[in-house]
């Protein structure tokens, strides 16, 4: 049975008449998560999880048409029942389930397998067809545990104060920035961009309780900040405010961060491998569970991840599509621009 197809306007369920996570403008689009590049403005009607109908209409636009549903609830479109199931990405994601006639397929958006002890983790479901990312899919990532990843960057920070620095943690400002507070909460006083605060204010209008913060003001008085933490988003890496932050100590906070050459690529003070993807073991684990008998493989290393998949036995393609990281990117610097002029 063919329930999905890619198009040039992205996965469309054929008899549902409507679109997963499209980067064009269409009319009916049902979304994984708030991330930019699965996200996007123009759509005429958008269907979201529960929880991140609120992070929609702060950064798509407060009037858009959105409806949402909570986790493992189904909504029939057309005959084909859908539903949000967790994904473990950021808050709020889900995996998208379809099911048509007895036959299922599960779209993933993005996801992780390890608790990160602040989304809703992971849940493996099984289908006929499951459609994967691969942003991490090479043998190389293999994340540390998130204990062993925490005991790391309090060192850190230990360390900056001993030395009299500020500890200045990047990450993005929807889903990076929440998991830098979480694993940073009790260590001392953090201070966030205001891209990051009004995020955060949408997400606990969800009822969603975030580790305490405060918002890094525009005018700040340098004494304030010394020895603290703070989380900035990556587009002000290099920018004048950060030049102001006293003794900064510079720390980017992403999966890349594995590999040290990005971190001299970025030339910061240090680099935590701290990611809101799967990594090798995470998508090998996560496909070996649906029991599907098509997988099809999405922005990433998608080459590498679907020949090993036909390499050990399971049925794999390749998809392009327009997802990536890039237009979180944007998101995070169209967003700071906005908030300064």
């Known amino acids: 049975m063919k329930l999905v197809k890619f198009t040039k306007k992205g996965i469309y369920c054929i008899p549902g008449k409507f679109y997963l996570d499209p980067w064009l403008p269409v009319d009916y689009a049902v979304i994984s998560h708030g991330h930019a590049d699965h996200a996007r403005w123009g759509m005429k009607h958008y269907l979201c999880q529960t929880d991140s109908k609120a992070i929609l209409k702060h950064r798509i636009g407060p009037d858009i048409s959105i409806e949402s549903l909570p986790y493992n609830v189904q909504k029939s479109i057309n005959g084909v029942s859908v539903s949000f199931h967790p994904a473990g990405h950021v808050i709020g994601s889900a995996q998208i389930r379809l099911e048509y006639k007895g036959f299922v397929v599960v779209f993933t958006g993005d996801y992780k397998v390890k608790d990160d002890h602040l989304t809703i983790p992971f849940e493996p479901i099984k289908c006929h067809e499951f459609i994967t990312e691969s942003t991490f899919g090479l043998p190389i990532y293999n994340w540390l545990s998130e204990a062993e990843i925490q005991q790391q960057m309090h060192d850190w920070v230990k360390l900056n104060k001993a030395h009299n620095r500020t500890s200045v943690f990047i990450g993005y400002s929807l889903g990076k920035a929440q998991r830098i507070m979480k694993l940073m909460e009790g260590v001392d006083q953090l201070f966030v961009h205001s891209a990051i605060h009004n995020l955060n204010n949408a997400i606990e209008r969800s009822g969603i309780q975030l580790p305490e913060s405060t918002l890094l003001e525009y005018d700040f008085k340098k004494e304030v900040l010394q020895n603290k933490i703070v989380i900035l988003p990556p587009a002000l890496l ?87 990281i890039e237009e979180e990117e944007k998101e995070d610097s169209k967003t700071i621009k906005t908030e300064t002029e």
């Open 238 to 324: 290099g920018s004048r405010l950060l030049k102001k932050i006293p003794n900064a100590a510079t720390a980017i906070c992403s999966g890349w961060m594995q590999i040290r050459g990005n971190r001299r690529w970025k030339a910061v003070d240090a680099g935590f491998a701290v990611s809101d993807h799967a990594d090798w073991n995470g998508l090998l684990s996560a496909v070996k569970a649906t029991e599907a008998e098509k997988v099809y493989v999405t922005h990433g290393s998608q080459a590498t991840f679907s020949k090993y998949l036909n390499e050990i036995g399971i049925e794999s393609y390749e998809v392009k599509t327009e997802y990536g």
